[in-house]
């Protein structure tokens, strides 16, 4: 088959892929604390056509052969956790990590068993709320907006006395205060655990707005990742806080993607009328007669 074909038909399909992450990218950029990814390219395979040696003569210096490339591919799709643009919102249900970590929740799953359990999620969307706990009208718990429960640093979900004011501190402290009693001191209701990665390219979008470890590394989670409060503050020189009644905005720029768009279809074009071009040259060679 002609090369150009295959050439152009496996760079149409890496870019077709780069396609699908610009709009899913684009679809997102009102999402809270969505984090885009980002397509990287490489050549597939370059082969050499040796050319005789009675081509080769003394003092030449061309080279003796024809690189031939076949088409690039994409080699990796990226995680960019560039943070967002806080935006205020008052609403003290809502929460911003200003710095680089994230909210660690726990979604329904199964364990290596297959018996039912939970497993390990982690987000840059601070959306909750504070749930009923079912059996237990006089505490709330802290949940997104789906349910699942946000784990403190003692790995146990966050909850707090029903009818009370809810302050958190910048260091993750949940404090409950009774405004009934006024000059009472607020009931430490626990620390939300704040979790960086070491590397986010082991982190894989898991939907709903989550992110979970992938398992083709097989690196544990305890040396893919470190717990910056684990002593309910974070340690010196983190540069972490939590914001109440703040949002994260999605670090997706319009500008920049819409600048790829027109990159990507532009190239598409091109290796479309390669294939068009190569289809028609040999139309012509099987329609030549002696």
């Given at each position: 088959?002609?090369?150009?074909?295959?050439?152009?038909?496996?760079?149409?399909?890496?870019?077709?892929?780069?396609?699908?992450?610009?709009?899913?990218?684009?679809?997102?950029?009102?999402?809270?604390?969505?984090?885009?990814?980002?397509?990287?390219?490489?050549?597939?395979?370059t082969s050499i056509q040796r050319q005789p040696g009675g081509f080769q003569r003394q003092g030449r210096l061309t080279p003796p052969g024809l690189d031939t490339g076949w088409g690039a591919r994409i080699s990796q799709l990226q995680l960019r956790m560039d943070p967002g643009e806080l935006r205020e919102t008052g609403n003290p249900q809502?929460?911003?990590?200003?710095?680089?970590?994230?909210?660690?929740?726990?979604?329904?799953?199964?364990?290596?068993?297959?018996?039912?359990?939970?497993?390990?999620?982690?987000?840059?969307?601070?959306?909750?709320?504070?749930?009923?706990?079912?059996?237990?009208?006089?505490?709330?718990?802290?949940?997104?907006?789906?349910?699942?429960?946000?784990?403190?640093?003692?790995?146990?979900?966050?909850?707090?006395?029903?009818?009370?004011?809810?302050?958190?501190?910048?260091?993750?402290?949940?404090?409950?205060?009774?405004?009934?009693?006024?000059?009472?001191?607020?009931?430490?209701?626990?620390?939300?655990?704040?979790?960086?990665?070491?590397?986010?390219?082991?982190?894989?979008?898991?939907?709903?707005?989550?992110?979970?470890?992938?398992?083709?590394?097989?690196?544990?989670?305890?040396?893919?990742?470190?717990?910056?409060?684990?002593?309910?503050?974070?340690?010196?020189?983190?540069?972490?806080?939590?914001?109440?009644?703040?949002?994260?905005?999605?670090?997706?720029?319009?500008?920049?993607?819409?600048?790829?768009?027109?990159?990507?279809?532009?190239?598409?074009?091109?290796?479309?009328?390669?294939?068009?071009?190569?289809?028609?040259?040999?139309?012509?060679?099987?329609?030549?007669?002696?």
């Amino acid at each position: 088959m002609n090369h150009s074909l295959i050439n152009s038909m496996v760079s149409l399909q890496g870019l077709q892929q780069k396609l699908d992450v610009i709009s899913n990218n684009i679809a997102n950029i009102n999402t809270t604390g969505f984090k885009r990814r980002e397509a990287s390219f490489q050549d597939i395979l370059t082969s050499i056509q040796r050319q005789p040696g009675g081509f080769q003569r003394q003092g030449r210096l061309t080279p003796p052969g024809l690189d031939t490339g076949w088409g690039a591919r994409i080699s990796q799709l990226q995680l960019r956790m560039d943070p967002g643009e806080l935006r205020e919102t008052g609403n003290p249900q809502d929460f911003a990590i200003d710095g680089d970590a994230l909210f660690e929740v726990a979604v329904p799953g199964t364990d290596a068993s297959g018996n039912p359990g939970e497993e390990l999620r982690w987000t840059r969307d601070g959306s909750f709320q504070w749930s009923v706990i079912p059996g237990n009208p006089d505490r709330l718990e802290l949940t997104t907006k789906e349910g699942y429960p946000v784990r403190g640093v003692n790995d146990e979900p966050i909850t707090v006395p029903a009818g009370r004011r809810i302050q958190v501190r910048p260091d993750g402290t949940v404090l409950a205060y009774d405004d009934s009693a006024p000059g009472s001191a607020p009931e430490v209701s626990g620390h939300i655990k704040l979790v960086r990665f070491f590397n986010p390219q082991l982190l894989e979008q898991a939907g709903s707005n989550l992110f979970r470890l992938t398992g083709r590394t097989g690196i544990p989670l305890n040396q893919a990742s470190t717990i910056l409060n684990a002593g309910g503050v974070p340690e010196p020189g983190q540069n972490v806080e939590i914001k109440q009644g703040y949002l994260e905005q999605s670090n997706v720029n319009l500008a920049d993607e819409m600048s790829d768009l027109l990159v990507v279809q532009r190239a598409y074009q091109l290796n479309s009328r390669a294939i068009q071009s190569s289809d028609t040259m040999m139309e012509l060679a099987n329609n030549l007669r002696g």
